[in-house]
């Protein structure tokens, strides 16, 4: 059975830092592409970014509102998924949760199993 | 960026009824197209991928349709378990775009 579980959030101040983590288990995690989505409360999805595998060089790709400030990366050894968070604003507040993308590009890069979320909150 | 715009928002349907949702492309995205359903408190669960696919487990009273910039998503004959709140999404480029959703409640 396809699990994730992410981890780490909280509450942090303007400005701040946190590290995301996301377990994964139940598949091969080192053969998929991985996404981070947030969604703001109240509001929609929004994608945040994502980690190709090895052999894609783990390249990254980020939404534009955090390039520069988010960072995605992955440990295969460990099947985990990390964001980390620098500069945080209130505006980041949201519930972050990681997906799995689907093998196969059919239809394009495809997120079929997602993690239950963790919330971080970004207030003074 | 390419915008993903729903329609409507919001509807009010009662049990047994046909329910449709559109969702539009600001530019041709082919058949890269995903419906996923969302309950508060809950995950985003994946429907439909590439426009008419149903995923493996998901009832088949849902369907999905369209190709280039318009798309919509049906569901033939709504059950209690259906009112959530669906998403289309497009896996054709990144940032992969969401709709802003249509929330289906109960009449």
């Known amino acids: 059975e396809v699990q994730l579980v992410e981890s780490g959030g909280g509450l942090v101040q303007p400005g701040g830092s946190l590290r995301l983590s996301c377990a994964a288990s139940g598949f091969t995690f080192s053969d998929h592409y991985m996404d981070w989505v947030r969604q703001a409360p109240g509001k929609g999805l929004e994608w945040v970014g994502r980690?190709?595998?090895?052999?894609?060089?783990?390249?990254?790709e980020y939404a534009a509102s955090v390039r520069g400030r988010f960072t995605i990366s992955r440990d295969d050894s460990e099947n985990s998924l990390y964001l980390q968070m620098n500069s945080l604003k209130t505006e980041d507040t949201a519930v972050y949760y990681c997906?799995?993308?689907?093998?196969?590009?059919?239809?394009?890069?495809?997120?079929?199993?997602w993690g239950q979320g963790t919330l971080v909150t970004v207030s003074s | 960026d390419i915008q993903m715009t729903q329609s409507p928002s919001s509807l009010s349907a009662s049990v047994g009824d046909g329910v449709t949702i559109t969702c539009r492309a600001s530019q041709s995205i082919s058949s890269s197209l995903n419906w996923y359903q969302q309950k508060p408190g809950k995950a985003p669960k994946l429907l439909i991928s590439?426009?008419?696919s149903l995923q493996s487990g998901v009832p088949s009273r849902f369907s999905g349709s369209g190709s280039g910039t318009d798309f919509t998503l049906t569901i033939s004959s709504l059950q209690p378990e259906d009112f959530a709140t669906y998403y289309c999404?497009?896996?054709?480029?990144?940032?992969?775009?969401f709709g802003q959703g249509t929330k289906v409640e109960i009449k």
């Open positions: 999404q497009q896996s054709y480029n990144t940032p992969q775009t």
């Open positions: 590439a426009a008419s």
């Open positions: 997906g799995r993308v689907r093998l196969g590009t059919v239809g394009g890069r495809v997120v079929d199993y």
């Open positions: 980690t190709r595998n090895k052999a894609n060089s783990y390249a990254t």
